[in-house]
C-alpha cells in the first residue's frame, strides 16, 4: 500500500473515531439533562416547587445528612417516596 493511501485510510479512521466520540458525549448529554428533568419533576411531586431553591436544596443536605447519621432514615423516605409515587 503507498504512503498516500494510508494516509487517506488513517484519516478516514480518525474521522469515523471522532464521530464515535461525538455521538457518545451526546448520548451523555442527553442522558444527563434526562436525569436532571426528573429530578425536577420530584420537586413538583413533593409539592416543593412552591420554596426558593435555598430552601430545597437545604431540605435535600438535611435529609442526606440525617441518612449519614442514622441508616434508619434511608427507609422511612424510601418508604414515604415509594407511597408518593403511588398515591
Do not use: C, W
Not at 60 to 85: C, H, M, R, V, W
Request: proline share 1%; no cysteine.
Amino acid at each position: 500500500m503507498r504512503t498516500n493511501e494510508k494516509l487517506i485510510k488513517a484519516k478516514q479512521k480518525k474521522n469515523r473515531l471522532e464521530l464515535n466520540l461525538a455521538k457518545e458525549r451526546e448520548k451523555v448529554r442527553k442522558n444527563d439533562a434526562h436525569v436532571k428533568i426528573q429530578f425536577g419533576g420530584l420537586v413538583f411531586k413533593s409539592q416543593m416547587n412552591e420554596y426558593s431553591k435555598a430552601v430545597i436544596l437545604g431540605a435535600l443536605i438535611s435529609a442526606a445528612e440525617n441518612i449519614q447519621n442514622n441508616p434508619d432514615y434511608l427507609n422511612l423516605y424510601k418508604i414515604k417516596g415509594e407511597k408518593a409515587f403511588i398515591d
